[in-house]
């Protein structure tokens, strides 16, 4: 079963950064695309960002879209997100999971604890 650690996230002002990373295990990581989602209070899980499995597609939702930056080390088995200019409504936890190729979609057959970034004004 995969399994992922994610970590990194905190509080934080509107306008400061923070990087997440998430650790993956249980599959041959290199082969998957891997992704970036959020759940804010009351709301949906959301995709937020995604990597192709070696590395140079690149997705974003369009609100975080010049601000986050994803990227992946296979020797280590982890995704990262980097998050700039942060602003109060990317308030949520995060999660990272691994992803159907060129889907924003994946089995989701388990989530990670995931990492609470919060953003005060």
């Known amino acids: 079963q995969v399994h992922t650690v994610e970590s990194g996230g905190g509080l934080v002002q509107a306008g400061g950064s923070l990087r997440l990373s998430c650790a993956a295990s249980?599959?041959?990581?290199?082969?998957?695309?891997m992704g970036w989602f959020r759940q804010a209070p009351g709301k949906e899980r959301e995709f937020v960002a995604s990597?192709?499995?070696?590395?140079?597609?690149?997705r974003y939702v369009d609100s975080v879209k010049g601000r986050f930056t994803i990227s992946r080390d296979n020797d280590k088995n982890m995704v990262y997100l980097q998050m700039n200019d942060l602003k109060p409504e990317d308030t949520a936890v995060y999660y990272c999971?691994?992803?159907?190729?060129?889907?924003?979609?994946?089995?989701?057959?388990?989530w990670g604890q995931g990492t609470q970034v919060t953003v005060s004004s």
């Open positions: 999971n691994y992803l159907i190729a060129g889907t924003t979609s994946g089995p989701f057959d388990s």
């Open positions: 249980g599959l041959t990581f290199s082969i998957y695309a």
């Open positions: 990597v192709s499995s070696s590395g140079p597609i690149k």
